[in-house]
């Protein structure tokens, strides 16, 4: 059932940060240069690790953001203000810093354009990151697999890489906000539901390749959703972060 | 040579029972869903769970078996471990009773509704150290924990710990499951942190 993805070891790899992107006042992205990188597919993610002077220690997983064809590591960490290792990552982390991680993980939840479409990608806030690796797979090889990104995000001012799902065009994009629209907004104000997902998904006849990536009550409700409309569970994969991670 | 992140240190208080998390977990009181696609639905009607090829039970047959109720605690390779957790199931070893299990001398699939299966060494599920469980803090264990039944292994990392169990089959040699086959570890020991192939 699964892809081919070799059973190497995961080593412990020490990343040099080069830049801190700003996506929102909740959320950075930090782009790293990893030596011995082995490359990553779309979707994967990777484990950092903190180690504090006293010895402490605490690793989290974090979706990688950039694309393949682009070199490092790239994740989008979101603050969560009960967090331990996120408040770090998102306001202490500066260029030049040092990381420790291990990757990339995952082989399930993962995209390649030799896999073709049409793609489905349903996104619960900061679960877009890894879908926006695919995207921008899918951009950087020239692939012609149709795509649609279905994003739900409380408000305007938290969405990630605005200015990329503007580019991508509406025809991509389908947006919805869940508590507060940008003024003059004409789109969608409530949360995933069938109808919605009605009219952004690919008829199940298309047989659609489709990723969901959210809050583990979001990918529950899209999830059965999307099989209730008559898309094979088998072609639904999920991805999920708790309550309490990652942080 | 392991770098130190100057700044971070620990912002959650040491948990009392400190030396009951496993190295680089950490505790919470949520319970975090994790799972490779959508929450299967079985009918009840129609459950069977089934041991090798020679042993199955209907839903009724299962809920009439022996049942134990263990309080454990679970250990998630995403870092969460969760303590004091109660269950209410069969233990594998019951299960096994009666069959010739110890012929196989080796490996176990757990498989599942949904497809997904993961692979044990026998000696991990005998010996009064896993229950396929059915209820889960005096309730129905709900669908998105694997409801109506999974495996419970506490003492390897979660993802053992099959949701939405059928069966378990035997094998001479160790067979890679789902996760396995993507990178994580064949046995899961959380107390060596064996997450990854290799670990």
Redesign the interface.
Known sequence: MAAGIPRTRAELKVATVERVIHETPQAVTLEMDVPDWPGHRAGQHVEVRLTAEDGYRAQRSYSIANPPEQAGVAITVERLDDGEVSPYLAEAVRAGDQLELRGPIGGWFTWDARDGGPLLLVAGGSGLVPLMSMLRHRRATGSDAPARLLLSAQRPEVVLYRDELAELGDDVVTLTYTRAAPPGWTGATRRVDRALLEQVAWAPADEPRIYICGPTGFVDVVADELVALGHAPERVRTERFGASGPS | M???????????PEPAEGARLPP?Q?L?????????????HPDLAEWTFTVGEEARWSWEQFLALPAETPTVDIHCV???SKFETSWKGVSVDSLFAGLEVEKYDGFATAYCD??YTTNLPLSDLTGGKAWVVYEYEGEPLPP?HGGPARLLVPHLYFWKSAKWVRGIRFHEEDE?G??E???YHDRGDPWREQ?????
Request: proline letters at 9%.
């Open positions: 392991a770098i130190i992140n100057r700044g971070f240190g620990r912002r959650r680089g950490y919470t009181h949520d319970f975090p869903v994790l799972s490779a696609g959508p929450t299967p995403t870092s969460w949904g497809g998105a890679p789902f996760w086959t993507l990178g997450r990854y192939q290799g670990d």
